[in-house]
């Protein structure tokens, strides 16, 4: 029987309340396709604040190492603002897993159900058929981490401050790669995001990802696009994409935009992939919703697990190979939400809503 080792970080306000649903639902897969689940749960973000007085605590980070996976809830609020910036539970967490880790690929489904169009501030028109576009950014690279980074004085006494924005190749093509094997599981189509008319960064990227594609993938269908550009297509027609990629600015730009075009925060989830493999020869990954804490609904069942639920398909599909139980995850909630209609409240357009709780067993009542 397979075990499926990982670390469950629930985080805060509504980070515990989505995981727990997201748990039942992967006990009940695994009861069902005979796998067993050996999870550890641990403190971070305001948790770890709390409890440990770190973010991020070593203890956490013990866990996770010993595991093949993690599946993170989210983490900050209210109640941790007034920290100094560098100790707020988002930065001093996040970026030292993803640092920890070498998780460098950070993969977004930009997944928008056809019944749910309504979700999006994008005309139904534009999107008829809903979204299914897949965002993929740098992560490790690029101006949020080069040196150097610095503020300085002029002699005239003015205030200077720089960031640097650098790439490798081997940088490039890790990610190229991550972008192609999503696109074969797909469409076929990627769409490279760059500023190669301004940037040194991006005349190497473009040049890179044009002689790896190719080498390495000569049957996908490769494109490049400015980075103002893409932004514009995005909202113009989203589906005009199938697998877009891009590094680490304007990916952190770009996923946003598609988050806010697919409607809810509630419905999308996220997959970083390490450069490390896990005891299994995968790659070692943090599986996230893409939203937030939601401080203005935790605690009163209102939350949509469907995020979580979803990262955790994620999980399956690429920490421990289990593409068939993640595709029928992925199935149970789409017909969940769009054929028996149940919905949270962030999805119900004034229709009846459900609870926390009674959207994860609607859910494993599908599976
Ligand atoms: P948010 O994503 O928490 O909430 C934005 C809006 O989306 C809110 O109205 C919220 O109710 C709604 N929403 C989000 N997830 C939902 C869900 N699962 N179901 C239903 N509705 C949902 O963004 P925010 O309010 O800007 O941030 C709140 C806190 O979360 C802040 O402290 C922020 O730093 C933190 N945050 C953490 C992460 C992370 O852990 N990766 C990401 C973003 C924000």
Redesign the pocket.
Known sequence: MQTLKFAVLP?????PE?MTEALRVLEHVARQEGFSLDYTVADV?GAGIDNHGKALPESTVAVCRGADAIL???????K??KLPPNE???RA??LPLRKAFNLFANIRPGLLYKDLVDASPLKPSRIPEGIDIVCIRELTGGIYFGQPKATETLPNGERQARDTMIYKTSEIERIAEVAARTALGRGRKVCSVDKANVLETSVLWRRTVSEYFARKHPGIALTHLYVDNAAMQLARDPNQFDVLFTENMFGDILSDEMAVICG????LSSASLGAGKNSLGLPFGLY??????????AGRN???????ILSAALMLRYSFGLEQVAARIEAAVRKTVTVDGVR????AFGRGSVG?DAMATAIIGNL
């Open positions: 985080g805060d306000y509504i980070g989505v973000g993170f809830g989210s983490v900050g609020g209210p941790w603002e707020q539970p988002e967490a996040l809810s925060l509630g419905m996230e919703p893409a939203g937030g804490t939601a401080p203005d609904i209102l939350a949509n697990p469907c995020a979580q949270t409240g962030d999805i926390t």
